[in-house]
């Protein structure tokens, strides 16, 4: 059991590493890397997620959508960009087939997920 906590700390402070880093980077997206930091903490230490939900940078990008389960429109296009970017480099560059469809196929169930699922909220 041990084990499991200090592997579930040790991959929530690497997501919350990347996550912060995120903010910084462009590139980076912040929020996913921080909800999973939170699901990490809350699965091992109590201590660990209080102070990650302390933090400022976790209010400002991942409260609200572990709160009630939605974005704003302008953080889903953010992040709907972002991903995009990130997936249209391999989907160029690779020449196998398969490949090509299974990114598509990624990016086609991130529109859905982000459209139908998770709500959308007023600023």
């Known amino acids: 059991m041990?084990?499991?906590?200090l592997l579930f700390i040790t991959m929530g402070v690497v997501f919350t590493g990347?996550?912060?880093?995120?903010?910084l980077l462009p590139v980076l997206p912040t929020t996913p890397f921080l909800i999973l930091a939170s699901i990490c903490f809350m699965r091992s230490s109590d201590k660990f997620d209080r102070w990650l939900r302390g933090t400022q940078v976790y209010k400002n990008y991942a409260e609200d959508f572990v709160n009630?389960?939605?974005?704003?429109?302008?953080?889903?296009a953010k992040l709907m960009l972002l991903s995009d970017a990130m997936l249209l480099f391999p989907l160029i560059r690779l020449n196998n087939l398969y490949l090509r469809?299974?990114?598509i196929t990624i990016i086609a169930v991130k529109y859905w997920y982000?459209?139908?699922v998770i709500e959308t909220k007023k600023e």
């Open 18 to 23: 990347l996550g912060m880093i995120g903010v």
């Open 114 to 116: 982000f459209i139908f």
């Open 68 to 76: 009630d389960r939605s974005m704003t429109l302008k953080r889903k």
């Open 101 to 103: 469809l299974f990114i």
């Open 2 to 5: 041990k084990l499991f906590n």
